[in-house]
C-alpha cells in the first residue's frame, strides 16, 4: 500500500495511532462484552434465586385459580418479586398468571418441550415491546398440579451500564489520540534527526569535497552505523577520484612526450635542406614516434575498457603450456633481433580455465619486458609448471625488492632513462596484473624471474 504521507516522521506517527485506535477498540469492545455478559450471568443468578421464593409463595386456591399468597406483600422478598417478571403456565401451555408488570405480554410465547425440565432454563428473550429479558425457567408442582415458572429481569439496566461505559470512552478516544499523535511525531522527529544531519551533509558532498566526512556520534547504534558506511564510501570514492585525476595527468603527460618529438622533427625537416635520403629519415622517425603513440593509446583503451568493466571475460578450458608456447613463438623475431635465446620447459598438458586472449596478452607484457631489459646474446627460459604457473626469467639487472610491488602500479618505471629507451611507459605490467588477476590468479616478481600462477582447472568428467 502506498501512502501519499511523504514524511517518515508523520508516517510513523501515523501507524503509530492507527495501532493505538486499534488497540483502543479491541480494548474496549472487548471489555464492554465481557461486562455484558457477566452482568447477564449475574441477572440469571438472580432469577434463580428469585424463583425458588416464587415457588414457595404461590398456590392455588379452591377454585383452581393460581395465586400468590396473602402475606405476599409483607414478605421481605414480594418487593424484588414484584419488579421482576413472572409468567406461570399449565402442563397443557395456557397461562395461569402474569404479575402487574408483565402484565398481558407474553414472557417467552409457547413453552418449549423440554424448557424448565431438570433444572433451571436459561436464556434471552424478547417482550412483544421490545423489550430484552433474561429468562429462567422451572417446571414445579403446586398442590399436586404441574406448573411451568417464568421469570425474568429486564436486560434495560446492563445496556444502559455499557452504553454509558462505551460513551465515556468515546469521549476520552478524541484527547487519547490527539495526545498520542503529538507524542508519536515528536518521537519519531527525535528518531529520525540524525538521519536529517546526514541527508544534509551528503547533499553538500560533491567531487570537489569529497574528502569532507559525515560527523559521526559514536553512539553505535544503526544510524552511527549508518554514518560510517557512508564516510567509507566517501573514502572510496575520493580514491577513485584520486585515482583517476593521477591517471588522467599521468597519460596526459605520456601523450605529450611523443607528440613533441613529432613536432620537433617535422619542424626540423621544414627548416633544412636536406637530401631525400634525410627526409625518409625523418620519416621514420616520425613514424616510430607514431607507433609509440599508437601503442600508448592501445595500452590506454585496454585499461580504460578493463576499468569500465566492457572486457566480459569468456573462461574456456586450456592448456596453459600451449599458451606460453604460442606466445615465445610470437615474440621469436623480438628475441631473434637481439640474438636472445628463447628455451621453454614445459611437463606437458596443464589445463586451466581461462581467457585465452586475456592471459596471452599478460605472458606477452612479461615476455616482452623480459626481451627489452635483458641484453643482447642472453637466454631467456620460460617455465610451465604443473601447478599452473609460469615462470619467466630473463638476464636482465632484475627488480629491486622494494619496487617488487609498485612496478605493478600504472605509469610507475624503475629508471626512466632506461625504460624510455627501451620504449615502454610504465603500463605493461599494470595490464599484465590486471589480465592474471580477471583470471583468478595473481602474478609477482622476485629479481628477475616473474612468476604467474593460476587456478587449476578442475578435472573434466573421465578424465
Ligand atoms: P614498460 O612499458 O615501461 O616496460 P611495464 O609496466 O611493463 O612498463 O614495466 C614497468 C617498469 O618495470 C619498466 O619501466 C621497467 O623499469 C621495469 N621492468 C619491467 N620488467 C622488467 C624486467 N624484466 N627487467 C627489468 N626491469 C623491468
Redesign the pocket.
Known sequence: MKSGVKSIGARIAVSYVAVLITAMIVFMAGTAVVLYLQMRSQLGHYAIQDIETVEGLMSFTPEGELKVNEDYHNHPESKLVLERFLEARAADGHVLYRNDRLGKRSLGGAPAPDEGVGGYSEHSAELEDGTRVRMVSRRHTINGQPVLLRLAYSEGPIRTSVDELLGAAALMFPVMIAAAAFAGFRMSRQVLEPVQKITVQAERITSRNLHERIPVNHTGDELDHLAEVFNHTLGRLEQSFQQLRQFTADASHELRTPLAAIRSIGEVGLHRNGSRDDYRELVGSMLEEVNRLTSLVDDLLMISRADSGAIRLKYTTIDLSTLARDTITLLEPLADEKEQELLFTTPGEVLIAADPTILRQAII?VLH??I???PPRSVIRTEVGPDATVTIE?A????PPEHATR?FDRF????HG??RD?G???????I?KWAVEANGGAIGVAG?T?RISLPQAPPSPGV
Open positions: 607484457n619486458n623480459a627489452k631489459y635483458s630473463d636482465g639487472p632484475g627488480i612496478i610507475y618505471r624503475l629508471d632506461r625504460s627501451a615502454g611507459f610504465g603500463l605493461g605490467l599494470s599484465a628477475n616473474f
